[in-house]
T-cell receptor, first 115, second 114 residues
Framework: GAGVSQTPSNKVTEKGKYVELRCDPISGHTALYWYRQSLGQGPEFLIYFQGTGAADDSGLPNDRFFAVRPEGSVSTLKIQRTERGDSAVYLC?????????????FGEGSRLTVL | AQSVTQLDSQVPVFEEAPVELRCNYSSSVSVYLFWYVQYPNQGLQLLLKYLSGSTLVKGINGFEAEFNKSQTSFHLRKPSVHISDTAEYFCAAHGPSGNTPLVFGKGTRLSVIA
């Protein structure tokens, strides 16, 4: 499709396990963002890529969280030693070059449940 | 640091009635302001934005918002709502530097009642 694609849409895992969430942005979009949305809250910024490099990773909560975008397109968010508090919907967004930051195109999210 | 406050977590309203969803931001510098909408089982979509210029901004689906610098507000309005407007609405802001991330409010759940 033409939109931002996120997989899996749902992931259930056990505490302590490793999880990868994938984001396929809109073709040609150079900026890619990860946000986390907990129940009853708005999206919370995690990390932002411009091309292959992380331009701002100030929102990553701790060193268990890591994200990559090796070829400047698909991105993977990696969570090690998952905890119950990591349960949330993880949102990916992208934007084309030359647009104002904030004009983002969002995927439908990956819902992570840690048991 | 930028912050966004949405004063109402839930707003029920009857069909064809007007609605206002409130948003206040805190910043000592100019900001860019946005409203996003999230329909059930869909991703967030941009509804409208304020960058500069006219303080009254019109968006999709008949929504509009007014930027009020003195009150640091960016309230969203629609004169007559439809059942299909039932969704979660998020106000968001970021500062003038292109490197600052977008900050969202907690959201307002608009429920339109037939």
């Amino acid at each position: 499709g033409a939109g931002v694609s996120q997989t899996p849409s749902n992931k259930v895992t056990e505490k302590g396990k490793y999880v990868e969430l994938r984001c396929d942005p809109i073709s040609g979009h150079t900026a890619l963002y990860w946000y986390r949305q907990s129940l009853g809250q708005g999206p919370e910024f995690l990390i932002y890529f411009q091309g292959t490099g992380a331009a701002d990773d100030s929102g990553l909560p701790n060193d268990r969280f890591f994200a990559v975008r090796p070829e400047g397109s698909v991105s993977t968010l990696k969570i090690q030693r998952t905890e119950r508090g990591d349960s949330a919907v993880y949102l990916c967004a992208s934007s084309p070059p030359g647009t104002v930051t904030g004009e983002l195109f969002f995927g439908e999210g990956s819902r992570l449940t840690v048991l | 640091a930028q912050s966004v406050t949405q004063l109402d977590s839930q707003v029920p309203v009857f069909e064809e009635a007007p609605v206002e969803l409130r948003c206040n931001y805190s910043s000592s510098v100019s900001v860019y302001l946005f409203w996003y909408v999230q329909y059930p089982n869909q991703g967030l979509q941009l509804l409208l934005k304020y960058l500069s210029g006219s303080t009254l901004v019109k968006g999709i689906n008949g929504f509009e918002a007014e930027f009020n610098k003195s009150q640091t507000s960016f309230h969203l309005r629609k004169p007559s709502v439809h059942i299909s407007d039932t969704a979660e609405y998020f106000c968001a802001a970021h500062g003038p530097s292109g490197n600052t991330p977008l900050v969202f409010g907690k959201g307002t759940r608009l429920s339109v009642i037939a």
